[in-house]
């Protein structure tokens, strides 16, 4: 009754069912892991929201090189963590990340060199402030930096990636992403390999400035992914065996369409 199946037109069939279900099986798990490192990420933002914080030498190795070099990215258990730091701010190389948005506002984020005692330096996120009237990329009134010694608190965040081009205008850098090795090369020592989120400082930053968020990543829809893609493969399956098992029946004989009826043949009823 199924012999058909070793003809070559439906063993070509089978393999192209069994290749496109095993695809999408493998996107499936791509998209679980994808899931896993997702949630992973979460976990850390929430424990870091916890935790104390640690001096900032157990959370990122101190650079090595010269003056412009960058060190080790932080391993990824301890990206937002919360460290503690001292050191003075370097005001003359103050960075503005232009077009960042916070509350569905654009405006500037700002960072600052906190330069250590050892002569290394973090660069330290103060927060988001608005451009100043006349549009988007306007040159904010920015809040002067505390002389002297500060502490600061804050949450590791790895470079981003990208960068693009690093400028100066009115005296400070200017960039669109924080690319720390590409902000270390303007700089006159080096610098960690992550950045922090200012959680809190003494003595206290300025208030205008905004706290930038730590937004949780979207693992749910990875997940939606993995069962979209698992039910796919599911389908394509059964597909082919009831595309088979159609076919079975009408060689056999079991699914002969019957004859239409000719209504215009049958005798009038009797009134």
Not at 28 to 35: A, K, S, V
């Amino acid at each position: 009754m199924y012999r058909f199946l070793l003809t070559p037109r439906w063993l070509g069939a089978l393999a192209l069912t069994l290749v496109a279900a095993a695809v999408m099986v493998m996107l499936g798990n791509w998209q679980l892991d994808r899931y896993h490192a997702r949630t992973a990420v979460n976990e850390r933002i929430d424990a870091g929201s916890r935790m104390a914080p640690a001096p900032l030498r157990d959370a990122l190795p101190a650079p090595t090189g010269g003056a412009g070099s960058v060190g080790a990215a932080p391993a990824e258990r301890v990206e937002w963590s919360r460290v503690t730091a001292t050191g003075r701010y370097d005001a003359d190389n103050v960075v503005l990340v232009r077009g960042r948005t916070v509350e569905s506002k654009v405006g500037f984020e700002v960072l600052a060199p906190l330069v250590l005692a050892d002569g290394t330096a973090v660069l330290v996120d103060r927060g988001w402030i608005p451009p100043a009237p006349g549009g988007a990329v306007a040159m904010p009134q920015v809040p002067d930096l505390p002389a002297g010694e500060v502490t600061v608190v804050g949450r590791v965040h790895p470079s981003e990636p990208g960068g693009g081009e690093v400028s100066r205008r009115d005296g400070r850098l200017e960039t669109r992403r924080i690319a720390v090795g590409k902000l270390a090369r303007e700089l006159p020592y080096p610098l960690h390999g992550a950045y922090l989120l200012l959680d809190e400082q003494t003595p206290a930053d300025d208030p205008s400035f905004r706290a930038v968020p730590i937004g949780h990543t979207n693992n749910w829809q990875n997940f939606g992914y993995v069962i979209q893609w698992w039910i796919f493969a599911a389908m394509s399956l059964v597909g082919y065996g009831w595309v088979a098992r159609r076919e079975a029946r009408r060689a056999a004989g079991l699914d002969t369409p019957k004859a239409p009826v000719d209504r215009a043949a049958e005798p009038a009823a009797s009134a």
